[in-house]
């Protein structure tokens, strides 16, 4: 019972540092991150807000992805001077301090959109959980320029595997996503336009200290009720 219970300890020690689970936030079937749900032109899940100014999907008419998941893509980019598609999502997920994260998605340049133009995306919190409250970034990027026509045999952007910067401003806030054009810097003219599909993001989460602490407790008190019992037989 000894020798167990020895054997216990150490097995849970040797694999506390590769307890992680790994949580889907968004894929096709999650938040609609393939953007198949919905009404018309708007997608279930996703909203406008900070610089989005309008949320579409469509079914591609022009330089289509070919191989998009399902039949809509969500388009970034133009119309005009103030309009701006794109998409923004409040996963619900509270981040934990030891987070990282995997994300991935894909992409097309549809109609009028030049190699110079750029769209942005990121995964943050802010200070409040709404929109309203200050941003902290956990990761971001840029897509820029041409794919190409071929882009069925175009991957998925994995822009992040096991990544991501988490501070102590996002600890505990619900985690966004956005893809967006930045009027700044985007270089993108008046009907311009890219199309995004299969959007997916995961967590990497490990368990607290405490978790940890809690479990191992656990299991030498039910070790030691189990020795108790057979001594009692
Ligand atoms: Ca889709
Ligand atoms: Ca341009």
Do not use: H
Not at 53 to 59: C, D, F, G, S
Not at 146 to 151: A, E, F, H, K, L
Not at 174 to 201: Q, R
Not at 211 to 228: C, E, H, I, N, V
């Amino acid at each position: 019972m000894k020798n167990l219970l020895i054997i216990g300890l150490l097995l849970i020690l040797g694999l506390s540092p590769a307890w992680c689970d790994t949580l889907i936030l968004v894929d096709p079937t999650t938040l609609n991150g393939s953007f198949e749900s919905g009404s018309g032109n708007i997608p279930s899940n996703w909203q406008t807000g900070l610089t989005v100014t309008e949320v579409y999907r469509q079914i591609p008419v022009s330089a289509p992805m070919p191989a998009p998941e399902g039949s809509y893509v969500l388009t970034i980019g133009r119309n005009n001077t103030t309009n701006y598609p794109g998409c923004l999502l409040n996963t619900g997920y509270n981040v934990k301090s030891a987070d990282t994260f995997n994300f991935s998605f894909q992409w097309d340049n549809a109609g009028g959109w030049d190699s110079n133009d750029q769209f942005e995306w990121r995964i943050f919190t802010t200070s409040d959980d709404t929109l309203s409250g200050t941003i902290t970034t956990i990761a971001n990027g840029t897509g820029t320029g041409s794919v190409g026509s071929t882009v069925n045999l175009f991957p998925p952007v994995v822009p992040l595997t096991a990544g991501g910067t988490v501070t102590g401003a996002n600890v505990g806030r619900d985690v966004w996503v956005e893809f967006f054009i930045n009027p700044a810097n985007g270089n993108v003219e008046n009907n311009s336009y890219a199309y995004l599909d299969n959007v997916v993001l995961s967590v990497n989460t490990v368990p607290e200290p405490s978790t940890t602490m809690l479990g191992l407790a656990s299991l030498l008190a039910w070790l030691a009720f189990q020795r108790g019992r057979k001594n009692r037989a």
